[in-house]
């Protein structure tokens, strides 16, 4: 009861609304290790919205708590400014005809009980016509026009996303929802992706009118994004919680998703996550069906989660055929380590996966500049 961990989730289910109190002995609680593992997972404006309602008899110094309100505050200040930029680059979108859907972000803290307290990073937009169509020649309206009314620097890293700083953010502008260079399988959840992104949905923002995806969008969306993450970069309970509290918000329709994990083998990620989000997060269990239960998966799902840290740094444009290398034979050897959890995300073998891979970066090497070749 007076593991650190064990606090982190007591503190996560006071704050999700899924009990009222917490169990253990203040004296022994190590809360720098609490704060850390917090951080660490991006949940720490979550935990504490339930730290700060402790009474003082359980609740451990000044000194801690006022370094625990500053990381919150800052992240508050972070999501306002983020809303800020939001509106702005979709008012430019707006103003050029075109729609700027909103990827994960900012449509999942709509979903928390405080969406301020929760970590902003990148900004993902895939755009869209008036008729709810996305093609790469809106990529390209837009793009030129930040080139040539701000000075605005654009970035081709990949045939996945252009890259360019706005606000002080970077906005990840998507050529295709999901990255179908790097797997095979992510092709046919693409094109239903891109078929979903049509029932976009309009929310305003002061004066301005942002789109967000819709239930069934996002029902797969997150699911395929956190289970990718999961195997290739690394997951986060706060991923976890993205997913969590999507589905306590809004009318799921799990056929329809079991239906699409099934098809695309990630039904067995689908449970573990489920899993976690009722004992750990404190759910009731008819709200995260689990068709079958492993226990021994959902252990191992959650440990990679908590302690997952192979990471790699993919080398900039500017890196030497040295860095290329060295990051191809680091990420091939992850993927031989992690080849339990592509088993349990993507349909296709670790062979198929690398000469799927080795396909498509041949054709972007040279087609790599498409977008500028066709100013």
């Known amino acids: 009861m007076n593991d650190y961990r064990d606090v982190a989730f007591q503190l996560l289910r006071v704050a999700l609304g899924n009990v009222d109190h917490v169990e253990y002995d203040p004296v022994l609680v190590d809360w720098q290790r609490v704060l850390e593992l917090a951080s660490r997972q991006g949940v720490a404006g979550v935990c504490f919205e339930a730290f700060s309602r402790l009474p003082e008899s359980v609740r451990p110094n000044d000194k801690l708590f006022i370094k625990w309100l500053g990381h919150t505050l800052l992240l508050e200040d972070r999501y306002n400014l983020y809303r800020e930029v939001i509106t702005r680059l979709s008012d430019v979108a707006r103003g050029l005809d075109m729609r700027a859907l909103v990827l994960k972000g900012y449509g999942c803290s709509l979903n928390y009980p405080q969406p301020k307290h929760l970590p902003c990073g990148d900004i993902d937009i895939f755009l869209l016509d008036d008729n709810g169509s996305h093609s790469d020649r809106l990529m390209q309206r837009l793009e030129i026009y930040l080139e040539k009314k701000y000075g605005i620097n654009v970035n081709y890293p990949n045939g996945h996303h252009s890259q360019f700083m706005f606000g002080g953010f970077l906005v990840e502008n998507h050529s295709t929802v999901l990255d179908v260079d790097a797997h095979k399988s992510s092709v046919y959840l693409n094109g239903?992706?891109?078929?979903?992104?049509?029932?976009?949905?309009?929310?305003?923002?002061?004066?301005?009118?942002i789109w967000l995806p819709s239930v069934k969008f996002n029902s797969i969306h997150l699911l395929r994004h956190m289970a990718s993450d999961f195997a290739s970069v690394r997951t986060t309970l706060r991923n976890v919680l993205d997913w969590s509290s999507f589905v306590t918000m809004n009318t799921v329709d799990w056929t329809f998703v079991r239906e699409v994990a099934r098809r695309a083998n990630m039904h067995r990620f689908l449970d573990a996550v489920n899993a976690i989000c009722v004992t750990q997060f404190g759910y009731p269990s008819n709200i995260f069906p689990i068709e079958d239960i492993d226990e021994k998966l959902t252990k191992r799902v959650l440990d990679e989660i908590l302690n997952g840290t192979d990471a790699i740094v993919f080398p900039s444009d500017e890196g030497s055929l040295w860095d290329r290398v060295t990051y191809d034979l680091l990420k091939t050897r992850r993927m031989w380590k992690n080849r339990w959890k592509y088993s349990i995300v993507y349909d296709e073998s670790l062979f198929e996966s690398f000469l799927w891979k080795a396909r498509y970066r041949m054709k972007n090497r040279d087609d790599k500049n498409r977008f500028v070749n066709n100013v």
């Open 192 to 209: 239903l992706l891109d078929t979903l992104a049509a029932a976009a949905e309009p929310t305003i923002i002061g004066n301005s009118e």
